[in-house]
């Protein structure tokens, strides 16, 4: 996408503009595998769509429910532009995102009133993104210690404060305490199964064969706390085979290897003057890259 909400994306400028997380973050190790955000996005939209009112914010008031992958497709960018974009460019998306949310407002089926900018929902929506790429990537690409994880949540509060969440996560202890406040809310609806498949039927990424769209959406919905899948009534018939769970393992250590230049995070490492296939170069690499563009930078700001 070139544009959102009106402005131009570009991760490329303007040149040496920081991001509000950097090239040695976790979240730029997880957001650049595109496994882990097929999971994670499905994953989170569940988690989501189990609460009434977000549910009904999003069918009665997005194009969810005609374009359900162009929507979705949108809601990524964003996430891209919150993670890798010049924080001037994230600050303008984020309030423009924030102002469309001013006007989502409505009842639910049953007769409850919401609002897109109500705190508890702001809050729920940005954890469950949180969990779901962070869960996503630990699964099915690569683990990622206790240390590394607490890293990605203290790395997101800038951006989740920004869209006006209050209390954003910081352990994977604050989700399942969040996730126990709202769970009696949660129920079953014919609207995620329908989102399931759709996701499951090839719409959702043009080219991937349709077999891996299943397998990565029987892989988000593994992720998913047993107590929600239970809630949501998500049967076997959504269980991850051991051969799925192989294959959506290989497509995320492919992913991890494959560089991917012209991509948000090969974008944003150029913007700030490292190499576009930074991010997938081993650990030790990336330090000896950033450690040589920090003395480079000294030496030019000492002259």
Same mark, same amino acid.
């Given at each position: 996408?070139?544009?959102?909400?009106?402005?131009?994306?570009?991760?490329?400028?303007?040149?040496?503009?920081?991001?509000?997380?950097?090239?040695?973050?976790?979240?730029?190790?997880?957001?650049? *595998? %595109? $496994?882990?955000?097929?999971?994670?996005?499905?994953?989170?939209?569940?988690?989501?769509?189990?609460?009434?009112?977000?549910?009904?914010?999003?069918? !009665?008031?997005?194009?969810?429910?005609? !374009?359900?992958?162009?929507? /979705?497709?949108?809601?990524?960018?964003?996430?891209?532009?919150?993670?890798?974009?010049?924080?001037?460019?994230?600050?303008?998306?984020?309030?423009?995102?924030?102002?469309?949310?001013?006007?989502?407002?409505?009842?639910?089926? /049953?007769?409850?009133?919401?609002? +897109?900018?109500?705190? !508890?929902?702001? !809050?729920?929506? /940005?954890?469950?993104?949180?969990?779901?790429?962070?869960?996503?990537? @630990?699964?099915?690409?690569?683990?990622?210690?206790?240390? @590394?994880?607490?890293?990605?949540?203290?790395?997101?509060?800038?951006?989740?404060?920004?869209?006006?969440?209050?209390?954003?996560?910081?352990?994977?202890? @604050?989700?399942?305490?969040?996730?126990?406040?709202?769970?009696?809310?949660?129920?079953?609806?014919?609207? *995620?199964?329908?989102?399931? @498949?759709?996701?499951?039927?090839?719409?959702? +990424?043009?080219?991937?064969?349709?077999?891996?769209?299943?397998?990565?959406?029987?892989? +988000?919905?593994? $992720?998913? %706390?047993?107590?929600?899948?239970?809630?949501?009534?998500?049967? /076997?018939?959504?269980?991850?085979?051991?051969?799925?769970?192989?294959?959506?393992?290989?497509?995320?250590?492919?992913?991890?290897? $494959?560089?991917?230049?012209?991509?948000?995070?090969?974008?944003?490492?150029?913007?700030?003057?490292?190499?576009?296939?930074?991010?997938?170069?081993?650990?030790?690499?990336?330090?000896?890259?950033?450690?040589?563009?920090?003395?480079?930078?000294?030496?030019?700001?000492?002259?």
């Amino acid at each position: 996408m070139k544009t959102y909400l009106g402005w131009k994306i570009d991760f490329l400028n303007p040149e040496g503009e920081p991001a509000f997380a950097g090239p040695d973050s976790v979240s730029w190790r997880v957001f650049k *595998n %595109p $496994i882990a955000l097929g999971i994670g996005g499905i994953a989170a939209v569940l988690l989501e769509f189990a609460d009434a009112r977000i549910r009904s914010g999003v069918w !009665d008031h997005s194009v969810f429910k005609t !374009d359900p992958v162009g929507r /979705s497709q949108r809601t990524g960018v964003a996430a891209m532009v919150g993670v890798y974009g010049p924080q001037g460019a994230a600050r303008r998306v984020i309030q423009g995102v924030t102002n469309m949310h001013a006007r989502v407002k409505g009842e639910t089926p /049953s007769g409850e009133p919401y609002s +897109a900018l109500d705190v !508890d929902l702001l !809050d729920w929506v /940005s954890a469950t993104a949180s969990y779901g790429f962070l869960t996503a990537y @630990d699964r099915f690409v690569a683990p990622v210690s206790e240390a @590394d994880k607490t890293r990605f949540f203290t790395e997101g509060e800038a951006v989740a404060r920004l869209y006006g969440v209050q209390h954003p996560l910081t352990s994977e202890a @604050d989700f399942h305490a969040m996730l126990c406040g709202l769970l009696p809310r949660f129920e079953p609806h014919p609207i *995620n199964t329908e989102f399931l @498949d759709i996701m499951k039927s090839g719409r959702a +990424a043009k080219g991937v064969p349709k077999g891996l769209q299943s397998a990565v959406v029987h892989a +988000a919905v593994s $992720i998913l %706390p047993v107590a929600v899948r239970e809630r949501l009534e998500l049967g /076997s018939e959504y269980d991850l085979t051991p051969r799925g769970a192989r294959v959506v393992r290989l497509m995320g250590a492919v992913a991890e290897r $494959i560089p991917v230049p012209q991509s948000p995070a090969g974008q944003a490492c150029a913007r700030l003057g490292l190499p576009a296939t930074f991010l997938w170069k081993s650990p030790e690499k990336q330090a000896s890259m950033l450690r040589k563009t920090q003395e480079g930078l000294a030496a030019s700001l000492a002259h």
